[in-house]
């Protein structure tokens, strides 16, 4: 899609979802969803197209799009998927505003719907179409549905929070159950066939009303546009928290079934997130909640928090939970603890999280919640919590309001949120939930879920400052294609490829096994000796490696030794050249640097700790690929390598250095690059880095 046309949609896209007039085009089936649109407030006209019907749901039928009494800003399209081509191709040209196509059947169906799906795309020129297989669009703020079905439309007044949806049942799910939820916006997007999640973002980040955004993702259309619209909610402070599926091998099956997406792998989608400032959920609760925490008034700056609860044993798991999420609990100070002590009764210990038991002991009055957990509240904390279960009971419930009144005028005089959650998943009633959002507190379900969301949406402040410190290295390219032929070099022309872009290697001959004979001397004892081949990937596998080599003699034993094992690895191999080079002195440490191709997303660049056992020692960091030097420090400071070495600054800069160097080589050959390995790079004692072994394959698109 060019800029103009992508504008274009974008503004259409605006007219579909603040609508004057809907347009519903289909039979019987349109009913519901014409029902849905009046159940949602919409106050704007609504037309019906149907060549025979002469009324559907009440309104009047014209026989055709061309019988409206002008183009509409919004139309729904329920009739076959070969039909819907055609409506589109007609809306289009009529300069309608938007559509949502409800139907499904195309690219999730495989090579025959998607070949239906790109007719689909070509009809829709301008016109801003969701979908299709998708539900539609609600937007509450202004009470207006496209929308496939009868739901809860729950009108929201003020500022409020959005989602997106990959999934129309996931949209319908959380919108007709959650409560005490201000979801300004709720989009099913399907097959993102013309309309992709960015576009949706860019909509959204145009309205004022919308404080956060929620989305729910099983694969990637368009991974640039993406960042651009993450980027830009970034740069406008509105949160975007994300929860994935599709990310192991037996759900991308699924999504591609679902809805005709390419799956992401779930480390990728993580690293994708972190690179954007994206906040990353866990579960569909843990989403709502974490969307809950970051579209309140009071932004949440970070993962410190006071908790209180009404027991001892919750208290402790609690705290215990909560660490392991990442949260910390500070400690009350001196002064903390004696105004604590002098406002509340003993019966509450002077501990984070707190035994908050006063109203067993009828004790609780609401001066004690509001000025005792005040004073807990410091600078040093990001928020409070307090934890609860209601009684189904009002007589037996009374005895815990004076506390939720105390909390409630705590919020109102203090900068960070006040939450009341429950440790069970339904232990706040939907009533006492919209009373105490209505009086500004924010209300969480579940023990997990809730911890969860408190970390997740704790994160979200240093996301953003990462990204804004480094935002000139976050935006994405368009990938390039998949490759259709590959071809791998052997190990020294993948170094001095890589040595062109400053990668550091060692002094190396090449040659027969007579030729390097012949050359050892002139670099020295001992060596490393390997079998050059570009017919084989891993040298070990087949013992084609001899290490230590401290003489002529042996050199010549190993030579013998590599060409007996890899024609018993492989006869159709051939052992007539070699690679020797000098061994590198001291080594300290070892790791690993690899590039490979991602479908959909481009180049991702693996940093960890080296050697043979890479794959069971698991200490390794992703990136995509362009990355600055500040998301390649990070990477490599996180490992936990790193920190047990105690790095210093020259060795940090050596090897950031050299890190750098493959992924400036695989930037000057993105258009050809399909998998760069470079295993190891040792670290010696002298602080020099040096790329011992190195894996290349290029392709041809």
Excluded at 359 to 378: K, N
Excluded at 627 to 653: C, F, P, V, W
Aim: proline letters at 5%; aromatic letters at 4%; glycine letters at 8%.
């Amino acid at each position: 899609m060019n800029d103009l046309s992508t504008k274009r949609r974008r503004e259409n896209l605006k007219r579909l979802l603040k609508p004057r007039h809907i347009a519903f085009v289909g039979g019987k089936a349109v009913e519901d969803c014409i029902n849905a649109t009046r159940k949602s407030g919409f106050a704007g006209d609504i037309w019906v197209v149907h060549p025979k019907y002469d009324e559907l749901a009440g309104i009047p039928c014209v026989p055709s799009l061309a019988d409206l009494p002008e183009p509409p800003d919004a139309a729904l399209i329920a009739v076959s998927r070969e039909r819907t081509i055609d409506v589109v191709a007609d809306l289009s040209a009529m300069g309608a505003g938007g559509a949502v196509s409800i139907v499904g059947e195309f690219a999730e169906t495989g090579e025959d719907g998607a070949a239906l799906q790109a007719r689909l795309i070509e009809a829709a020129g301008d016109l801003a179409l969701v979908g299709p297989n998708c539900m539609g669009v609600i937007n509450m703020f202004d009470r207006a549905a496209v929308w496939g079905g009868d739901n809860v439309f729950e009108p929201v007044n003020g500022d409020g929070v959005a989602l997106i949806s990959q999934s129309g049942y996931v949209a319908y799910s959380i919108t007709n159950v959650e409560e005490a939820l201000p979801l300004g916006y709720a989009i099913s997007m399907g097959n993102q066939a013309v309309l992709n999640v960015a576009d949706f973002i860019e909509a959204l980040l145009d309205d004022p009303r919308v404080r956060a955004i929620g989305l729910y993702l099983e694969g990637i259309v368009d991974v640039a546009a993406l960042s651009r619209a993450a980027l830009r909610a970034i740069d406008k402070g509105i949160p975007v928290v994300a929860l994935k599926a599709g990310g192991t091998e037996e759900s991308s099956e699924l999504t591609r079934s679902h809805s005709g997406t390419l799956a992401v792998a779930n480390e990728l989608w993580s690293t994708l997130f972190r690179r954007l400032g994206i906040v990353e959920a866990a579960s569909p609760k843990a989403l709502i909640e974490t969307l809950k925490l970051l579209g309140s008034g009071k932004p949440l700056t970070g993962n410190r928090v006071v908790a209180a609860a009404n027991s001892g044993g919750y208290a402790a798991m609690i705290g215990e939970k909560g660490r392991a999420a990442g949260l910390k609990f500070p400690a009350p100070d001196d002064a903390a603890q004696q105004a604590l002590r002098h406002d509340v009764p003993d019966l509450v210990s002077l501990l984070n999280p707190l035994d908050w038991n006063l109203p067993w002991a009828s004790m609780a009055r609401s001066e004690t919640s509001d000025v005792g957990l005040g004073h807990l509240v410091t600078d040093e904390v990001d928020l409070l919590v307090y934890f609860i279960d209601w009684p189904r009971q009002k007589v037996v419930a009374n005895v815990w309001w004076p506390t939720l009144e105390g909390l409630t005028r705590l919020n109102a005089r203090i900068a960070q949120p006040v939450l009341v959650a429950s440790v069970l998943p339904d232990g706040l009633p939907p009533d006492l939930r919209r009373q105490l959002t209505d009086a500004g507190l924010i209300c969480l379900q579940g023990l997990d879920d809730a911890l969860a969301a408190i970390a997740a949406a704790g994160k979200y402040h240093s996301l953003r400052r990462s990204v804004l410190a480094d935002s000139e290295n976050r935006e994405l390219r368009t990938p390039q294609t998949a490759p259709v032929s590959v071809t791998q070099l052997d190990e020294a022309e993948g170094k001095a490829a890589l040595a062109s872009c400053g990668l550091t290697t060692p002094m190396g001959v090449t040659g027969s096994s007579e030729g390097v004979i012949a050359q050892a001397e002139t670099l020295g004892y001992p060596l490393a000796v390997k079998l050059l081949s570009a017919d084989l990937a891993h040298k070990n596998h087949a013992g084609a490696v001899h290490l230590n080599v401290g003489s002529k003699p042996a050199l010549e034993e190993a030579i013998e030794a590599i060409k007996t094992s890899v024609r018993a690895y492989n006869p159709a191999l051939s052992t007539d050249r070699f690679l020797i080079e000098r061994m590198v002195a001291q080594p300290r440490a070892e790791f690993i640097v690899g590039v490979s191709y991602k479908p959909g997303l481009g180049h991702a660049l693996v940093i960890g700790r080296g050697g043979t056992a890479v794959e069971e020692l698991k200490d390794y960091a992703t990136l995509l690929l362009p990355a600055g030097r500040a998301q390649i420090e990070d990477a490599l400071a996180g490992l936990k390598i790193s920190g047990k070495l105690r790095l210093s600054d020259t060795e940090r800069t050596v090897l950031v250095t050299q890190i750098q160097a493959i992924a400036a080589f695989a930037e000057q050959h993105r258009s050809c690059l399909v998998e760069l390995d470079v295993n190891p790079i040792i670290l010696d004692t002298e602080g020099r880095a040096t790329a011992v072994d190195a894996l290349l394959r290029l392709a041809r698109r």
